[in-house]
Structures are given as C-alpha cells and as structure tokens.
C-alpha cells in the first residue's frame, strides 16, 4: 500500500483576438493511493522419488 501527493500547477488563457479575454491558474494538488496485490506460483520441478541408500 503507499500514498503519494502530486503537486501541479496549471494556467490557461483566453485569447480575444490580440487581448488576454480570461486568465486562469489553478493548483492541483490531490492525494493517490494505492494498493497492490500479488500472487506467487510455486514452480516444482518433476517428482523425483526418496534418496537411494548407498550403504
């Protein structure tokens, strides 16, 4: 699990032939969270049968 805070800012303008018609800025600045989740599968190998006796 984590959490992360971006921080962006952002400006538009509006444009009337040469003259600014709208200036606007806005900070975003928004929480994320996240979560993951994993599976691991376990890899056996072929059955190999009990030890041979070498006494």
């Known amino acids: ?3 992360k805070r971006y921080f962006l800012d952002t400006t538009a303008t ?3 032939n040469a003259a600014i018609a ?3 800025e806005h900070a975003l ?3 994320v969270v ?3 989740v994993s599976w691991r599968f ?3 190998g ?3 049968g009990p030890p041979l006796r070498t006494t």
């Open 1 to 3: 699990m984590g959490a």
């Open 14 to 16: 509006s444009r009337a």
């Open 22 to 24: 709208l200036l606007s």
């Open 29 to 31: 600045d928004p929480w």
């Open 34 to 36: 996240s979560a993951g």
């Open 42 to 44: 376990q890899a056996h």
């Open 46 to 48: 072929p059955e190999i």
